[in-house]
């Protein structure tokens, strides 16, 4: 299972950047997929997740809703993470995660950084 995450880089705060994460080895359309994020020092935490289900129930960390979209397309087995607004303490390393019952795959992160 790989779980290919890209799109981090250096933005200035109130800049946007897109996240992207392919997945190969699963049946991306049975999992729930997310993103996650992790701040030097600080625990991982849920930053927005999508069902497996034709409806893709989202969810959203109140520090990110308005500002940022997750979104998948089954067709290329991948989920996106659209950020906007960008603040300073959005930087972290941004995880992939795909989840399905016992199944719980990491991908192996990408970096943003929020700076002027």
């Known amino acids: 299972v790989q779980l290919q995450a890209s799109g981090g880089g250096l933005v200035q705060p109130g800049g946007s950047l897109r996240l992207s994460c392919a997945a190969s080895g699963i049946i991306f359309s049975s999992y729930d997929m997310g993103w996650y994020r992790q701040a030097p020092g600080k625990q991982r935490e849920m930053v927005a997740t999508i069902t497996r289900t034709r409806v893709g129930i989202i969810n959203y960390a109140d520090s990110v809703k308005g500002r940022f979209t997750i979104s998948r397309d089954n067709a290329k087995n991948t989920v996106y993470l659209q950020m906007n607004s960008l603040k300073p303490e959005d930087a972290a390393v941004y995880y992939c995660?795909?989840?399905?019952?016992?199944?719980?795959?990491w991908g192996q992160g990408t970096l943003v950084t929020v700076s002027s």
């Open positions: 995660n795909a989840y399905r019952g016992r199944y719980n795959f």
